[in-house]
């Protein structure tokens, strides 16, 4: 497989299905972020010594593809005229919701209660994770806007702000597991 095509080279990129769109189109930005998004957490994986919490990160990696690859699909692209879905892709499914709120439940327990906002950092592997927090958010505020114009499964949008909140938690609860002091921000 070659790397480069040089279909690329006028600043156009194919989505799946083959249709052609700016570099710039509000699709390649959803999907794009949702990948630095993935490789943040690809980084905070590398950074953590828990072998369950690798696990988690892992799953939460294979899932964000999933995104990825519905973002890059038009929805015209999305069926053959049969009605049977184009791409045999994994699918965002409630559950995959769940599980994270589980997760951020189960952290919680652990945690002390939130009084302040909080300030990002006291650990590199903590200020990676809040990292990876606010590309989710940017990840989720361009796929809303994509939605606006070409409807998305909603699904996406919901693990996307169950991510971020998911991230936020693990920031706090890494902090915790390292002995970082939580700075509070005083107004």
Request: glycine residues 6%; hydrophobic residues 35%; neutral net charge.
């Amino acid at each position: 497989m070659k790397i480069y095509t040089k279909t690329g080279d006028k600043g156009t990129t194919a989505l799946f299905g083959g249709t052609r769109v700016p570099k710039h189109h509000i699709r390649i930005e959803s999907y794009g972020t949702v990948d630095e998004l993935n490789s943040y957490i690809g980084l905070v994986r590398d950074l953590v010594s828990d072998a369950n919490l690798k696990d988690e990160l892992t799953h939460i990696q294979h899932i964000l593809f999933a995104v990825g690859a519905s973002l890059a699909t038009p929805p015209d692209k999305e069926k053959l005229k049969n009605g049977a879905n184009r791409l045999k892709m994994q699918q965002i499914e409630v559950a995959d919701i769940q599980h994270l709120e589980k997760a951020i439940d189960t952290m919680n327990e652990s945690l002390p209660m939130m009084t302040h906002f909080i300030l990002p950092g006291g650990h590199s592997t903590v200020s990676h994770c809040h990292i990876a927090r606010c590309v989710c958010r940017r990840a989720e505020r361009i796929t809303t806007l994509l939605d606006e114009s070409e409807p998305i499964d909603t699904l996406i949008l919901q693990y996307l702000n169950r991510l971020s909140d998911y991230l936020f938690v693990l920031g706090r609860m890494l902090s915790k597991t390292l002995n970082v002091e939580e700075i509070k921000w005083n107004a």
